[in-house]
């Protein structure tokens, strides 16, 4: 009930929602995002390779700065799906852990940020291109944060295995994981 009245972000502090994936996280961050703009609420959503590549779109074109302010800004900022999608890497540019570390930094402590991740969070430095600024960046998040780690089944699985049945076909038990080309 905190986390659905937004008591946290009217705090300030920060949220993790960790775990499998198709276990509702970003289901749960989407509602938080709902109720935040109900709540007059200035709130900015996005998936973590999409924030990067927007912030990366700055770096190129020359308004990072810019960019990197209009995120700071709102009140709430939820960052989906840590881990997911191919965070490009450029040899020129800085990593995505400087890129999100500059971000955070800028937040911590003055605003609200809700984050997912099916990942680890030991696992952040490896996806972000630095273990020493995701420790650095998971460091200013953690000392603030309700953290939720949902342990449960695929609700996408569970709805396939449901239409499985209602078509009279069988699933083999390994059925959580799609063989590679195979059409679900």
Request: overall charge positive; glycine content about 8%; aromatic content about 6%.
């Amino acid at each position: 009930m905190e986390i659905a009245g937004l008591d946290f972000a009217r705090r300030k502090e920060d949220l993790v929602v960790t775990g499998k994936s198709g276990t509702g996280k970003s289901h749960i961050l989407q509602a938080i995002a709902l109720r935040g703009c109900q709540a007059q609420m200035s709130v900015r959503y996005a998936r973590c390779v999409d924030l990067l590549d927007d912030l990366y779109a700055g770096l190129a074109d020359g308004t990072y700065q810019r960019r990197l302010k209009r995120w700071a800004a709102a009140d709430l900022l939820i960052v989906d799906d840590v881990g997911l999608g191919q965070v490009k890497k450029r040899d020129d540019e800085p990593t995505a852990a400087h890129t999100l570390f500059n971000l955070i930094d800028r937040r911590h402590g003055k605003t609200s940020t809700a984050f997912s991740s099916n990942i680890k969070l030991s696992a952040w430095g490896k996806y972000l291109g630095d273990a020493t600024l995701a420790v650095a960046i998971l460091d200013r998040v953690n000392m603030r944060a309700i953290r939720l780690d949902i342990d449960g089944p695929s609700y996408r699985q569970q709805v396939a295995r449901d239409r499985a049945k209602e078509r009279g076909a069988k699933l083999p038990d390994d059925s959580a994981e799609p063989e590679a080309g195979r059409e679900q």
